[in-house]
């Protein structure tokens, strides 16, 4: 594993609380925040967004830039506050969210890419025992062998990212067709679900402790509210 210092943490995680009262206004200022992050050298891409479905009031969105630092050189910017005389991502998007539930930056192992578009995200959000923390590859590997288990039934990939502010937490996203595609794999049996439980177990109790674990319906960018 590379070292803490030598990852990019190059992910920006946000969970928000868009203003759903007016959904084209919300759109039409989040867009404008959108044009003002483009303008940033640092900034890469809009990753990943989606609606959390045991709660649609909670959006999911992914920002990518070129590192941790290269976010906060944005956020020290006179692109983000109010002093310029040009629009401002703080300004422009003035309304747009009720509330930040959290943000975080993370270093994701394998692409947060997919092709196609994964409609579906299952999302574990963990903390890592003392035998992740102090043998990371071992954890990435054992999560590797179970994981795997679940997108050759779906067909569909997965990644998961280490957390920058707290390196005890993860996020594992385990992509699906549909909603309704996890029970089936439950419902599986013998074609899949057993062989994955019997390994599942002794895997959690070994290196995880699920915080919470959701679904995420994924949208186009900026189309959450």
Not at 128 to 147: D, I, Y
Request: charged fraction near 25%; glycine fraction near 8%.
């Amino acid at each position: 594993m590379s070292s803490e210092e030598q990852l990019s943490y190059s992910f920006e995680v946000i969970f928000l609380k868009p203003n759903k009262a007016d959904p084209a206004g919300t759109r039409g200022k989040t867009a404008a925040g959108f044009e003002v992050q483009r303008k940033h050298e640092d900034f890469v891409r809009y990753a990943l967004e989606g609606v959390k479905v045991e709660d649609d009031s909670v959006v999911l969105r992914i920002l990518q830039w070129t590192s941790y630092d290269g976010h906060m050189r944005f956020r020290a910017s006179p692109l983000f506050g109010f002093t310029s005389s040009y629009p401002q991502f703080a300004a422009a998007r003035e309304g747009a969210a009720l509330d930040l539930v959290s943000l975080k930056h993370y270093h994701f192992y394998r692409p947060l890419s997919f092709d196609p578009p994964i409609p579906v995200f299952e999302v574990i959000d963990a903390n890592l025992k003392p035998a992740g923390l102090h043998s990371f590859p071992a954890f990435l590997s054992a999560l590797n062998e179970v994981v795997s288990m679940i997108s050759d039934y779906s067909g569909l990939g997965w990644t998961v990212g280490w957390q920058k502010e707290d390196p005890s937490k993860i996020l594992v996203f385990i992509g699906w067709n549909s909603l309704e595609q996890p029970g089936e794999f439950t419902a599986s049996g013998d074609k899949g679900w057993n062989e994955f439980i019997s390994k599942f177990g002794p895997f959690l109790e070994k290196y995880l402790d699920i915080d919470q674990k959701y679904h995420i319906k994924t949208v186009g960018i900026g189309e959450s509210a």
